[in-house]
């Protein structure tokens, strides 16, 4: 395969190594190219998120590194942007539009701080139902990606992160594929995200394998990415990875390069 990953995070978020730590690391494990994509700014939740001032650091650290690291590696700048949060400030060469929290009786709920945390939102907001709480995580992911227009659609289904939704209950496969479809008519680039794998919280990687069939046969297309927030963890499950993405039918993989996406045959 051609090693690439357009979902990383920096100190400059909530990511444990530096920019040229991680792109030191892509370079020994063969990488061809490699995207940045800091979460960005949240301004009801500053806690994991790039700052105001330190995203035009970011910005600038990246075009150093661009122009230092020519010829060895394809550096590209790019941004998480949470679909409720502000939209950025800067061009980027890419954007991931990710969902990580619910809007319930006028709050964000983080969904992804942990199994415990997760329930109590049902629990306390969904008055203990898994369904209704998918219901409004996926009819307002829907809205969210169709306003931000990202360039690819992140871990689409992350409430499944802790496994406490029943995916095969025909009440939550409706929600997720009825936001899916909503999605793809503005939006047809999927990131198959093995991060949940990294950290032992799955065995599969987002979204689950009824959404990467419809996306299939709805004409999608998938990129893989690790969402790696340490560099030893950058190609996790890369390889097993193309072969997932083949048994569910794709025959390319999307890559970003200096003249946009190609679509590499798998």
Partial sequence: MIKSNLHTHSTYSDGKNTLEEMIETAIEKGFVSLGFSDHGYTDFDTSYCISREGELEYRRELIGLKEKYRGQLDIFSGIEMDCFGDAPDYDYDYTIGSVHYVKANGAYHTIDLGR?????????????????????????????????????VGHFDLITKYSL?????????????????????????????????????????????????EIQQRGGRVILGSDCHYREKLDVWFTEGVQYIRSLGFKSISRLTPSGFVEDTI
Avoid: W
């Fill in 165 to 213: 939704f029943d995916t095969e209950d025909p009440v939550y496969r409706d929600a997720a594929l009825s936001a899916l479809r909503e999605v793809m008519k503005h939006c047809t680039l999927f990131e198959v995200n093995t991060g949940a794998i990294a950290r032992g919280l799955r065995t599969n990687p987002y979204p689950d394998d009824f959404l990467l069939r």
């Fill in 116 to 152: 415990d945390s997760q329930r109590a939102i049902v629990e306390e907001q969904f008055g203990g139902s898994f369904n209704d709480m998918a219901k409004a995580f996926y009819e307002q992911a829907a809205e969210a990606v169709i306003l931000r227009k990202p360039d690819i």
